[in-house]
């Protein structure tokens, strides 16, 4: 099993940047595709992105294509998710997720297996 806590959300204005942070504690956590979710008050969790044991394969959601970052360090058990050119809309509650399936990189919210707390992000207009 691995524990997953995410930290970094805040408050930022529109065209401002944030960085988010997972750490994990537990399992190997280069077993782990590791993936950002999110969710906005009354909508369901969607997908942000997503990056591969070795942090060789990512992939986005278009919503945030070319604005989000995402990297992992596996000598530091983290993974992160650096977000510039913010918009309102990208306000949310955000998640990150461990699976230790066999896929390279993981889009599904129910194929992951472990979730941190989750992080509020509010970007004001």
């Known amino acids: 099993q691995v524990q997953l806590v995410e930290s970094g959300g805040g408050l930022v204005q529109a065209g401002g940047s944030l960085r988010l942070s997972c750490a994990a504690s537990?399992?190997?956590?280069?077993?782990?595709?590791m993936g950002w979710f999110r969710q906005a008050p009354g909508k369901e969790r969607e997908f942000v992105a997503t990056?591969?044991?070795?942090?060789?394969?990512?992939y986005y959601a278009d919503s945030v294509k070319g604005r989000f970052t995402i990297s992992r360090d596996n000598a530091k058990n983290t993974v992160y998710l650096q977000m510039n050119s913010l918009k309102p809309e990208d306000t949310a509650v955000y998640y990150c997720?461990?699976?230790?399936?066999?896929?390279?990189?993981?889009?599904?919210?129910?194929?992951?297996?472990?979730w941190g707390q989750g992080t509020q992000v509010t970007v004001s207009s």
């Open positions: 997720a461990a699976d230790e399936g066999t896929r390279a990189v993981v889009v599904s919210k129910y194929e992951y297996d472990y």
């Open positions: 537990g399992r190997t956590f280069s077993n782990y595709v």
């Open positions: 990056i591969s044991r070795s942090g060789g394969s990512t």
